[in-house]
Each structure stands twice: as structure tokens, then as C-alpha cells.
């Protein structure tokens, strides 16, 4: 027996929308983004996923202020030498690209769009900015559509991933629409053919997925507030302060999986220790899917689990 899918080649992590305040300033006076960023790149750092790459799609600090690039810069940077992560900055529209330069990349910058190309191991992640300056809707230039196709002509090992700010998917929400990103067919006609194999994207503060010129599109949700979808019909829009979260991709040879992952950690109802990876060595493939898979099996019918607080639990399988 095999499994259908051999192991990831890649692990990244996608991060959207930190909206940092310099002065440690919270959010609309209440929300503590810098915490929520803290608090997930300490998960990420002592979790079991071995990430090759933290990439952040936008709306980085949401005044533009340098102390809020400082603050992400000095709170991200050592975690992702400790993952042995690179970290792939992208503008958003809440972002200003002086500070942004000057604070990220130690550049000056006059006020150019920053695009730029990171390699991961046979992949190819770039990062796109779909910015207007004094603006919030998205617009890519065509200077910037002719250094992608450029980039794009020669294929990559293991294909590309396209990182932006402003998704090129609609929004059912008419407020959201009218910041949109602009000029989507010129970027379909320049993506079509390529080997992008997906497109990341942020800015609409809610977890949602489509497809571009046949391309997955996976939009992070904020780490800052969230877009709540049911919320009542006499609000246009509601922004809360729950539910913020950030997704990993995993990068197959054939297919790449997006997958949300809170910010905040729930009470753990049930939990399997790490050490029964070991079992995983110690069997053949097909012992071990007999354990797992059969319903009256041993394993499934023994406390093989653990509760939050350390007890065994009632038994409970898998899936
Ligand atoms: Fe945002
Ligand atoms: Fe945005």
C-alpha cells in the first residue's frame, strides 16, 4: 500500500494584513495587533511544520508609520532565522513605500513600485505590488506587467507562486468591490500560460478562495480584525475583533493546499502525543493503516489520546 500523495515539497506560511501601529497603538483603540502578530510567529516557531518561507501579502503597517515596520521587522525576522525561513515582504494599501523600503529592505526608495523575486528551493515566489499611491483600490502598471511576463518567460523548478495584496477575485460585498483590484484582464493575459501555480493574496479581511485565468486564488484572512459574513442585513459591512487567522500552502509536485490556521489557540478537547510518530517507523505501511483506518482495530478502541490538561480521554478516532 502507498499513500496517494507523496510529502510536501514545500511548507510556506501566508500571513495578511498586520495593520501595525507605531507606539504599540491598538487598532480602532481596542484591537492588540501587535500581540496578534507575536502570537502567532511564537506558534508557528514552536510548531511541527517546517517552513521555508513566511509570506506577508500587504497592509504591513496600517498607518505606514517606520516604527510599526520596525516593530514586525525585529518581531519576525529572528523567528524566521530560527525556522530557517525566508521572510517575503509585500506591499498593501494601507503601506507607504519610502518606510516600507528604508524599514524592510534598508533601501530608499522614490516612491517606485517594489516588486521583487524570491527563491525557495526550486520555487519561485514573487511579490507583486498592486498599489496606488494616495489610493486603496489595486492598479498594476504596465512596467509591472512587463517585468512579470519577463520573469515569468523561463518556468521555474518546482513553479511559482504569485504574491499580492489586492486579489484578482470579486467581492459579493459592495462596499469591498469599489477597492478591488483594477486592470484584471491585462494580468490574466500575462499570467495564462505561465507556471504560476497559485495566487496569494490579502486585503479583504476574510478567508475566501476562486480561481484567475484558471489559477487557485487562496486570500488570507487578516491577523488584525476580521470580516464578519453573518453579521446582521442592517450592516453593510462589520469588522470584528475574533476569528483573525493565517494559512499555510503546502507545495506538492501536482496540486498546492491552502490551509487556515488561527491566530488564537482553543481548548484542547482532544490530542495525540508526538511521540506516536514513532509508530509511524516502526510499522509497515499496511500495519499501520489497519491501526488507524479499521474501526475495530486496538488502536482505535484503546486511550490512545489525550486530553488538553494531559488525561486519557474517552477513545475517539481520526477524521
Ligand atoms: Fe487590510
Ligand atoms: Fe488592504
Known sequence: MSFEVDAPLHTIAHISDTHLLGGDRKLFSSIDVAANITTIMSRLAHSEHNIEALVFTGDLAD??????????????EPL???????????????DEREPYAR????????????????????????????????YHHGDIEESQFEWLAAELASPAEHGTILALH???IPSHNEFVR?????NQERLASVLSGTDVRTILGGHLHYSTYSTFAGIPVAVASATCYTVDFGAPRDLLLSGVDGS?????????????????????ESRSVIAYPATQREMLTQYSTEEIFEMVSNKRSAHNREEQAISGGGEAVTPGSLG
Open 63 to 76: 498607518l505606514g508609520e517606520p516604527e510599526a515596520y520596525r516593530f514586525l521587522r525585529a518581531t519576525v
Open 80 to 94: 524566521a532565522r530560527e525556522m530557517g525561513a525566508q521572510v517575503v515582504w509585500t506591499m498593501g494599501n494601507h
Open 103 to 134: 524599514e524592510l529592505f534598508d533601501e530608499e526608495s522614490a516612491g517606485e513600485p517594489h516588486d521583487r523575486v524570491y527563491w525557495v528551493n526550486g520555487l519561485r515566489i514573487i511579490s507583486l505590488d498592486s498599489t496606488v499611491p494616495g
Open 166 to 168: 489586492h486579489p484578482p
Open 178 to 182: 469599489i477597492i478591488e483590484l483594477r
Open 244 to 264: 483573525q487567522s493565517i494559512q499555510l500552502v503546502h507545495v506538492y509536485p501536482q496540486q498546492v493546499v491552502h490551509t487556515i490556521v488561527p491566530i488564537q
